[in-house]
T-cell receptor, first 111, second 112 residues
Framework: TQLLEQSPQFLSIQEGENLTVYCNSS?????LQWYRQEPGEGPVLLVT?????EVKKLKRLTFQFGDARKDSSLHITAAQPGDTGLYLC???????????FGKGTRLSVIA | DSGVTQTPKHLITATGQRVTLRCSPR?????VYWYQQSLDQGLQFLIQ???????AKGNILERFSAQQFPDLHSELNLSSLELGDSALYFC???????????FGPGTRLTVL
């Protein structure tokens, strides 16, 4: 089972600030997904990255897959209170291994 | 709304009891996944079914069992409940055996 480590575990920032959260592993992935979970709801997929070095943008969110495909980052520009939530990374690199989620970064954006 | 439904939304029961959680996947999705989420353990994968057959198994206790029925809905059975089983239980579905998963709203289980 691959382990995904996410950092930081908690992050509290003011509205308008920029932030970056990380997802790291010692294993190589063929793909990686980022989800956001708001309080009281299930996780919702934000993006899937599949190519080493790939950068994907979703409005103010920028996702990068490391060149070696062992790590990924999520950068949020000008954070807003609506960005508050738990950000999870996951991979299911092989259909025969248990699906793995990181423990997540809990982000709080204060107005 | 992800299209995945879970019932009940909340469940309060006592230690030693047995409960059944129900999940209906999105229309057309063949895979159903079950997860347990607690504050200290994060989102833990329990089990996956694909078109009625068990596909992958994670950290599922022997006291827990699941199945996927011919209409593709799934049930997670939790028995001999312990205080530590209190958690959010999520169901997710996907079109195929892997890929993007759509999560339901969860069932919050409280064991007293």
């Amino acid at each position: 089972t691959q382990l995904l480590e996410q950092s930081p575990q908690f992050l509290s920032i003011q509205e308008g600030e920029n932030l970056t959260v990380y997802c790291n592993s010692s294993s190589v992935f063929s793909s990686l997904q980022w989800y956001r979970q708001e309080p009281g709801e299930g996780p919702v997929l934000l993006v899937t990255v599949v190519t080493g070095g790939e950068v994907k943008k979703l409005k103010r969110l920028t996702f990068q897959f490391g060149d070696a495909r062992k790590d990924s980052s999520l950068h949020i520009t000008a954070a807003q209170p609506g960005d508050t939530g738990l950000y999870l990374c996951t991979t299911d690199d092989s259909g025969n291994t248990p699906l793995v989620f990181g423990k997540g970064t809990r982000l709080s954006v204060i107005a | 709304d992800s299209g995945v439904t879970q019932t009940p939304k909340h469940l309060i029961t006592a230690t030693g009891q047995r409960v059944t959680l129900r999940c209906s996947p999105r229309s057309g999705d063949l895979s159903v996944y079950w997860y347990q989420q607690s504050l200290d353990q994060g989102l833990q994968f329990l089990i996956q079914y694909y078109n009625g057959e068990e596909r992958a198994k994670g950290n599922i206790l022997e006291r827990f069992s699941a199945q996927q029925f011919p209409d593709l809905h799934s049930e997670l059975n939790l028995s001999s409940l312990e205080l530590g089983d209190s958690a959010l239980y999520f169901c997710a579905s996907s079109v195929a055996g892997r890929g993007e998963q759509f999560f339901g709203p969860g069932t919050r289980l409280t064991v007293l």
